[in-house]
């Protein structure tokens, strides 16, 4: 099973050690940036990338249980809004993410 899927905005991962699947949707525009981290199951990284439209992979990342935010615009904020909805699962796939950038090199 390939470890990582990517669309225009969004990447999902596959940490083998663990089992576990993770999933970050990032935006970035001249008004800033957003970032939303996910963990999906096993059933949601399959059906990633079957779609014609990556609105419809966003779709379906976004129906999983969401565990960081992050929002720096020019819109409605006067600063970086940052919020770790779960800190176990976005220090995971911070790890998971370090472990297939080690395997590159």
Avoid: H
């Amino acid at each position: 099973m390939k470890t990582k899927k990517q669309g225009n905005n969004w990447t999902a991962y596959y940490d083998t050690e663990t089992g576990r699947y993770f999933a970050e949707i990032m935006y970035t525009s001249r008004e800033g940036r957003e970032q939303y981290n996910y963990e999906i199951t096993q059933d949601i990284y399959s059906r990633l990338g079957t779609f014609g439209d990556d609105t419809e992979n966003e779709r379906l990342i976004k129906s999983a249980k969401m565990t960081y935010s992050f929002e720096n615009t020019m819109y409605g904020t006067l600063g970086p809004e940052r919020t770790v909805w779960d800190d176990e699962a976005n220090e995971s796939m911070k790890e998971t993410i370090k472990k297939q950038e080690k395997k590159k090199d």
